[in-house]
């Protein structure tokens, strides 16, 4: 599928990765609609992206209601959505017994709620959007592009919750890419492994370089832009499908 021309609608697109792949896919030549509970950032990026390519559509990846009216909006503006990217995410650190007694079950259902069932109740609703695109000269309808994480095999201490949630995401991958074959729709995930988001913000520089300097190569934390480039190859390539690629430098996480 040729990015150019292509609408593609991404979740958690105000910022961190997801901003990065908005800004690869106009750039490119794609129009992208931003899913975000962050109004404020996604409304200024789409302004700054300009109106004609970009647009920012509130949207909570755990209500049904709130993700069909998303869909429903970005078809209403660019026609139809050819590619969907899941971003949105969230992250926990607990352990699930320490002193301050057992894991928090709420806060463990969250996590689940965010990553990986937001992830499926996206993933669903946009591919009944795109059942309905005409197929390209290979049959192409549409691309769903999950994001998990290196946490789905190895795990650290402390996440549990984020670590089950991610591992969803690759356990699902290709049963749904089965599902949706079919409908000429194809599913993959990413999982990075430590990149440069929001959730270092707080950190020091020498704390972010001593992270990166875990990573065998190359021994630096990873760029967004870097995910946005593999989430443009992966709606290029029809021949990827039902696979998650990990991006990380061939690290390969200790327990803490």
């Known amino acids: 599928m040729d990015i150019q021309n292509t609408v593609v609608a991404v979740t958690g697109g105000a910022s961190g990765l997801g901003e990065a792949t908005v800004r690869y896919v106009v750039e490119h030549g794609g129009k992208a609609a931003i899913l975000d509970v962050s109004r404020e950032k996604g409304i200024a990026l789409a302004q700054e992206l300009g109106r004609d390519y970009a647009t920012y559509v509130h949207a909570d990846v755990t209500s049904e209601e709130s993700v069909r009216d998303a869909v429903d909006q970005v078809a209403g503006t660019f026609g139809t959505i050819h590619a969907a990217v899941n971003c949105a995410g969230i992250g926990i650190t607990q352990k699930t017994l320490s002193r301050n007694g057992p894991h928090r079950l709420d806060a463990f259902s969250k996590v689940i709620s965010v990553n990986l069932i937001g992830s499926f109740n996206v993933i669903r609703l946009v591919a009944e959007q795109m059942a309905g695109n005409e197929p390209n000269e290979q049959g192409e309808r549409g691309v769903i592009i999950n994001t998990a994480s290196v946490a789905a095999y190895e795990g650290q201490v402390g996440q549990a919750a984020y670590s089950a949630s991610k591992g969803g995401i690759v356990g699902m991958t290709l049963p749904i890419a089965r599902d949706l074959a ?62 998650t690629i990990r991006l990380d430098g061939a690290i390969r996480m200790q327990p803490k």
């Open 182 to 243: 079919p409908y000429g729709i194809r599913v993959m995930t990413i999982a990075p492994g430590l990149f440069d988001t929001p959730l270092f913000d707080t950190l020091p520089r020498s704390a972010k370089d001593a992270m990166g300097a875990m990573v065998p190569f190359p021994p630096r934390l990873g760029e967004p832009r870097e995910y946005a480039s593999l989430v443009g190859h992966i709606i290029e390539n029809a021949m990827l499908n039902g696979e």
